[in-house]
């Protein structure tokens, strides 16, 4: 990041980055056989769901207990040079874990800037060898290509069909971009949850990059389906932001995207989520409370090839796609492998593209419906595939979570 920046708690940020995971975390072969999750108390949902609401009870995440303030925003004249347009400054661009910062710029989400945000999803194409390093975008699939499927518009109004979905916008190097996302279930703070779940390469470049900057989430996005792109003149409509805009104030993502992840699908894309705290511009109620709604989270769900009805969900921006309106794909899903070492993806016949990325995947159990997975990559065309969470996406909520406790 720029000089603007520095940080002087040293001892702090190396506290957060010991919490971050190693490649080792999971088992490649035993997502692939769809191992079943281990319940751990009573105080889960679901026999056999781990939605990762249990710990020892100590508070502690792999030995370490997260530090008291940890600064998530800048102060005095770094803050006022930030907002001045200092953001814009990439020649020092910061990719650790505890680097993050997101000061909320009044006003900055126009509806120029809204409408002019481009679309980015990593590519992959479906093959039928791996590419064995993991460093290709071929794939291997085991259980057979998806058959394409055009993706449906949602129902409207978004606030009633599908409340923890939203859009999201932030800025890069190469100009202001979109993602989607979804409200999920804060284990340190129930039914008030502030996180958002998305993707890894929605909030972090990857290998060589950094943190994105000026992101912000929009629950029920163009709620009616009213408006293309272009018509939105005003973003803080109730009709286009009906529960307002949320600055992220932390986010965490795995540290195999940091170090790995990249614009072609590789081994990284395994571990391509990531998980947001969000503030309001206004108001003082919890996002979840606002909303009425918050998606649990299902670690270490059915395997891909165990799954016969998936759903996911996104904003598509990418041709024939603007990224004013929500659409789904349905149905089963198979499994989707770019190295042997890393869990392989869901994978599912799909239309949408660019836009869509962080979107989430939706799987029925018991009753409740839970977030398993998101939007990852594309071929823009005929499918997209989402990470299976497992122990180390575990790890990435819960630091989050905890965080803020």
């Known amino acids: 990041m720029p000089s603007i920046r520095s940080r002087t708690l040293a001892a702090a940020a190396a506290a957060i980055a010991a919490v971050m995971i190693t490649t080792t975390a999971c088992d490649g072969k035993k997502d692939d056989e769809g191992a079943a999750a281990r319940p751990s108390s009573s105080a889960q949902a679901d026999k056999g ?58 006003d900055f989400w126009s509806p120029e800037k809204m409408a002019q945000a481009k679309a980015s999803i990593p590519v992959a194409r479906a093959g039928s060898t791996s590419s064995g390093s993991g460093s290709g975008a071929t794939s291997y699939l085991p259980d057979g290509k998806v058959t394409k499927q055009t993706a449906a518009k949602v129902k409207s109004t978004y606030h009633h069909y599908a409340p923890p979905v939203g859009k999201m916008f932030f800025s890069s190097p190469q100009g202001n971009m979109v993602c989607s996302a979804a409200v999920v279930t804060d284990p340190a703070h129930p039914g008030k949850s502030n996180l958002v779940w998305t993707a890894g390469h929605c909030v972090h470049a990857g290998k060589g990059g950094g943190w994105y900057r000026n992101i912000a989430f929009v629950p029920s996005y163009n709620n009616s389906a009213s408006l293309t792109s272009r018509q939105i003149t005003n973003p803080r409509a109730k009709s286009v932001s009906p529960y307002g805009i949320w600055w992220a104030d932390w986010a965490t993502t795995s540290s195999q995207w940091m170090k790995g992840g990249g614009h072609t699908g590789n081994a990284a894309s395994g571990y391509d989520y990531a998980v947001l705290h969000v503030k309001p511009e206004s108001g003082g109620k919890s996002l979840q409370e606002q909303l009425g709604s918050a998606l649990p989270v299902w670690f270490a769900a059915p395997a891909a090839n165990k799954v016969k009805s998936m759903k996911v969900r996104g904003y598509p921006a990418e041709a024939p796609y603007d990224g004013s309106k929500m659409y789904d794909c349905h149905g089963a899903t198979k499994r989707f492998v770019l190295a042997s070492n890393v869990p392989a993806q869901y994978m599912i016949g799909c239309t949408m593209n660019g836009g869509a990325s962080g979107g989430p995947w939706f799987l029925s159990h018991n009753g409740r419906t839970y977030l398993v997975s998101n939007n990852s990559l594309s071929d823009r065309k005929t499918f997209i595939t989402g990470p299976r969470l497992g122990e180390n996406a575990k790890q990435v909520y819960l630091a989050t979570s905890r965080k803020f406790k």
């Open 49 to 106: 769901v781990d939605t990762g609401q249990d710990d020892d009870g100590s508070g502690s995440l792999g030995g370490y207990k997260l530090p008291d303030g940890i600064p998530t925003e800048l102060g005095g004249a770094a803050l006022d040079k930030w907002k001045n347009g200092g953001w814009q400054d990439y020649s020092d661009w910061a990719s650790k874990a505890e680097d993050f910062a997101n000061p909320y710029i009044k």
